[in-house]
């Protein structure tokens, strides 16, 4: 082992220097600047998770899996997968690697921050030692790995379909400067460890290449200026590297901590918000999920572009993208980094000014609340069903729930046979969080005066809100297809099974993704016949397109969608569709070449 | 062809192609009905009396048959399938025969639409909902449970038209008038019951509608409330009760009720989409047939040898359907005429 240069220094490292000075510093910054726009209670409350060790423990695993291995990006594609971890987890290791030669073989210069990254130019090391030729292999291994990753990246670029990736983004300029930049780091790199691998050594993939160099290249004048090419890329993918989606690198390891922490969205643009719209990576893959592009025009009004806007202040385009969204949730499912986007653009709505909010805080609620009083006949406990506004206006869900309940034999009475109000979640969907809180304190009146222990909701948009958003503590607030599987399960209900008779499940985006219900559902219908899956379910289910969420879509521009997700749905040919959410029934009843009922209903025909 | 006489194809036995039928044959060509149903007739045989004059419907549907009585006539037959020809058309019809015809006439009318689809109007659901098919059809024979003599009756107009949640935003032009009509009759049947009619506007645009409308005010004391109805119940007695907005002053108004009877309006016929796509004739967005031109020549389509008659371009009343089948009957004359 020797050093080459005498002065430790070459002014080719200054480009890198440079980089990294900005690149730290404005990290930095905005770090504190995210931290100091939290809300009192949720900054206490991050800083209190860094220093629990239980916190702690998940932040680094999840930093690793995530933002190292793409463990989530691995379960979902298997080449993309690939192509980011081996890029990140690569580069990782280039860099530990570089640290310990470094602390290994010159440990007086580990404070020169440019040592780690160009040590092969400054320190000449034979690989004949162990620990040489190990460290050598392993940093040719892990730039071998990389370049596959970019290798990769480049024919995603230009054939995203070989990738399965059916749309892409489409890239601003700024993105561009930084791809190209990334791009040409590595076999900048592996080029200057080429012409240098005779003199300061190397392994399988840089002393083969330093040959082949060498039989045509009669002197080493190519090796300085390629270390040059490699810190001035390195240099300028950092200075773009805040204006552009590569961004998302550092912001991921400030969000995967907050999450953790349990940090919610609070302001439209500050804080959390701020943060997530910095972790977007803009790969897109919500392109494809969305249920709004099975129309080219809606493309542009996915998450991703949400969040470029965001970046850009783009007031009309945010307002636009905002409101026509279905709130299906479905982009934060398949998101690597998990942005909300439904949380985000609720957030935008939150901030309109309207010329009239009607108060509801007036309403006298005391007629219903004596008529609970009244049906429970003094008796407390019970069952209190709340159909809501959707199932009100598709009364053969009332009929079979109510059904259902009689023939379980279980006491019950209904919380708005005549009509209720609303359960708030509508309003909430539109960012009017003033207004449906009041409404949410006049249904709890009602509710505590009826001294029941389970309130029965039968359309989920009802069951997500009375779940999340009402302080009901003591009570059980359960969906009727929970209610009626556990009603099978225990043999109340005895339901007849046809075999043969082939049910698809469509999960309900506020049920499923929602609430995260999927099983029991498919196990009560299991129960009547044959379950079979829709091509895409579960967490990726499609969204019926007739969502309460999107303020701004037509019903000519939801027909495609409505169609899209029934085409999705009949993948199995079953006979018959099977949904628990009355507004999802009514959509689908409308342009379904076949039946759809509730689940209620299905389970009421058969028992 | 010069020797021949011209084979025209009419599609649907309704008043349409009736009477186009009669007004071919008498102009000296050969036409030939294909109805898909065992009778002739289409939707006005399963009429019971007619506005304004309320003349018996089946006297219409006898006299309009009588007058096709020589033209050959196939009933309960489909089209399986349909073609173009070099200067005709050919048909190959559910028994096996292939009619090839000179020219083709559509009279392939509408549907009505499928209550059950708005289920808020609980269709299908409550006993004591009907459609105004169901009650022309105890008109005529009197057998209906639903119907006993009720004390307290609602019309909701519009079901299924000018509805783009339903997928029709079409006018069917002769539900309003038809709603005031079975008011009248339920009226002068039950004449203790109340009867109201839920509308969002009267469009009362023929000859002697707003006097029969009137009438239904001022001498039958029909309660006309201006508001679509929002939702429909059942109370524990089987009742129906009715929620509505009556927007004349402003206020929710509930009704129970014996029976409700729904508007269904006039929808496209999906058969004649299918048939049109089979020729090559292009479907308007609405789903009804594509005319020519809306205004100066309705019964033609684009393709030459193709013509229309009555609702299959779009929701029309009985005289209009009849007068616009002897104008294509006219149009087809000057078609060969020309071919000559």
Redesign the interface.
């Known amino acids: 082992m020797r050093e080459r240069i005498a002065s430790h220094f070459d002014p080719f490292v200054i480009p890198f220097l440079v980089g990294m000075a900005f690149v730290l510093g404005y990290c930095l910054i905005a770090m504190i600047r995210v931290i100091a726009q939290l809300p009192k209670e949720d900054r206490k409350r991050f800083l209190v998770s860094l220093i629990t060790p239980k916190y702690l423990w998940m932040d680094v695993r999840d930093i690793f899996l995530n933002c190292l291995i793409h463990v989530k990006l691995w379960k979902r594609n298997r080449v993309l997968g690939y192509m980011h971890s081996s890029i990140a987890f690569g580069w990782f290791m280039i860099i530990v690697l570089g640290h310990l030669e470094v602390m290994l073989f010159v440990p007086e210069r580990i404070h020169l921050f440019y040592y780690p990254i160009f040590f092969n130019y400054f320190v000449a090391e034979t690989e004949q030692t162990i620990q040489g030729s190990l460290l050598m292999f392993l940093m040719d291994f892990f730039l071998l790995m990389i370049l596959s990753g970019i290798a990769l990246a480049v024919i995603k670029r230009f054939a995203s379909r070989i990738v399965g990736m059916r749309r892409t983004t489409r890239l601003s300029l700024l993105d561009r400067v930084g791809l190209y930049s990334l791009w040409a780091i590595f076999p900048l790199r592996l080029l200057a460890e080429s012409f240098t691998a005779h003199i300061s050594g190397g392994s399988f993939l840089t002393i083969p290449t330093n040959w082949i160099f060498r039989q045509f290249l009669g002197n080493d004048l190519n090796a300085l200026p390629t270390w040059w090419a490699y810190s001035i890329a390195l240099g300028v993918f950092m200075c773009v590297l805040p204006f552009t989606r590569y961004m998302h690198i550092p912001a991921e390891m400030l969000l995967i901590p907050m999450r953790n922490a349990g940090i919610r969205i609070r302001h439209s643009r500050k804080g959390f918000a701020l943060l997530e719209v910095y972790s977007c990576p803009a790969c897109g893959v919500c392109i494809d999920a969305c249920p709004m592009s099975v129309q080219k025009a809606n493309c542009k009004d996915c998450t991703v572009y949400l969040n470029r806007q965001l970046r850009r202040g783009n007031e009309r385009r945010i307002e636009e993208i905002s409101d026509k969204c279905l709130l299906c949730g479905k982009c934060t499912a398949v998101c690597q980094v998990g942005v909300q986007g439904p949380e985000l653009r609720i957030a935008q709505r939150e901030r309109r000014k309207y010329a009239l909010s009607p108060s509801f805080a007036d309403i006298n609620v005391r007629p219903m609340a004596s008529a609970v009083v009244h049906g429970a006949g003094g008796e407390s406990g019970g069952v209190l069903y709340f159909a809501g506004c959707m199932t009100q206006l598709t009364p053969s869900i009332r009929k079979a729930t109510t059904s259902l309940l009689d023939k379980a034999g279980v006491r019950w009475q209904m919380m708005d046979p005549d009509g209720g109000l609303c359960c708030g979640r509508p309003l909430m969907m539109a960012g009017r969080t003033e207004q449906a809180r009041e409404l949410i304190a006049k249904n709890l009146e009602i509710i505590r005066a009826s001294g029941c222990d389970t309130l029965l909701l039968s359309c989920p948009i009802c069951y997500k809100v009375f779940k999340e958003e009402y302080p009901l503590d003591d009570i059980r607030v359960v969906h009727h297809s929970v209610f009626f599987q556990e009603l099978v399960a225990s043999g109340k209900l005895q339901v007849q099974k046809e075999e043969g008779l082939k049910l698809v499940w469509h999960d309900p985006c506020e049920l499923g993704r929602g609430c995260g219900i999927y099983d029991e559902p498919r196990a009560a219908l299991a129960a009547a016949g044959e379950v079979v899956e829709a091509a895409k379910h579960h967490t990726e289910s499609i969204c019926c397109g007739g969502s309460l969420g999107s303020l701004t879509l037509s019903f000519d521009q939801r027909r495609p969608m409505v169609q899209n997700a029934l085409d999705n749905l009949t993948a199995a040919d079953p006979a018959e569709i099977v949904t628990g959410c009355p507004l999802c029934l009514s959509t689908f009843v409308r342009q379904a070449d076949r039946p759809v009922r509730d689940i209620a209903e299905v389970l009421d025909s058969r028992c | 062809m010069v020797n021949r006489t011209p084979v025209i194809a009419v599609i649907g036995a309704g008043i349409a192609g009736l009477e186009a039928a009669r007004q071919l044959k008498d102009l000296g060509y050969k036409p030939v009905l294909i109805e898909k149903a065992p009778v002739v007739g289409g939707h006005v045989a399963e009429w019971n009396r007619l506005f304004p004059d309320l003349s018996p419907a089946a006297d219409l549907v006898q006299s309009l048959s009588k007058g096709a009585g020589s033209v050959k006539t196939y009933t309960d037959t489909e089209i399986a399938s349909m073609g173009r020809l070099k200067d005709g058309y050919s048909l190959i019809l559910g028994n096996g025969e292939t009619l090839l015809c000179d020219a083709v006439l559509f009279a392939t009318g509408f549907h009505l639409f499928d209550a059950s689809?708005k289920?808020?109007y609980?269709y299908g659901?409550?006993d004591r909902v009907i459609t105004n098919r169901d009650l022309e059809q105890w008109f005529n024979n009197r057998h209906d449970p639903r119907v006993a003599n009720p004390k307290a009756v609602g019309f909701v107009h519009c079901v299924g038209s000018r509805d783009?949640?339903?997928?029709n935003t079409q006018c069917s032009k002769v539900c309003c008038i038809t709603a005031i009509k079975q008011a009248i009759e339920i009226k002068e049947e039950f004449p203790e019951a109340e009867v109201y009619c839920f509308y969002m506007d009267l469009r009362l645009f023929g000859k002697k509608y707003e006097d029969f409308y009137i009438k239904a005010q001022r001498d039958y004391g029909i309660h006309f409330i201006r508001g679509r109805v929002s939702?429909?119940?059942?109370a524990i007695d089987g009742r129906v009760v009715v929620?509505a907005e009556d927007t004349l002053n402003g206020k929710p108004i509930k009704v129970t009720l014996d029976l409700l009877v729904l508007m269904a309006g006039i929808v496209c016929n999906p058969d004649a989409q299918h048939y049109a796509r089979e020729i090559g004739v292009a479907v308007d967005e609405d789903g009804f047939l594509r005319s020519r031109d809306n205004v100066s020549s309705i019964v033609e389509s684009s393709r030459p040898g193709v013509f229309y008659a009555g609702a299959c371009t779009g929701a029309k009343t009985i005289p209009e359907t009849l007068a616009e089948a002897r104008s294509a009957a006219l149009t087809i004359h000057q078609y060969f005429n020309k071919r000559k």
Do not use: D, H, Q
Not at chain 2, 164 to 167: D, F, L, S, T
Not at chain 2, 231 to 234: F, L, T, Y
């Open positions: 689809k289920e808020e609980g659901i409550y783009v949640k339903a997928g939702e429909v119940g059942e929620k």
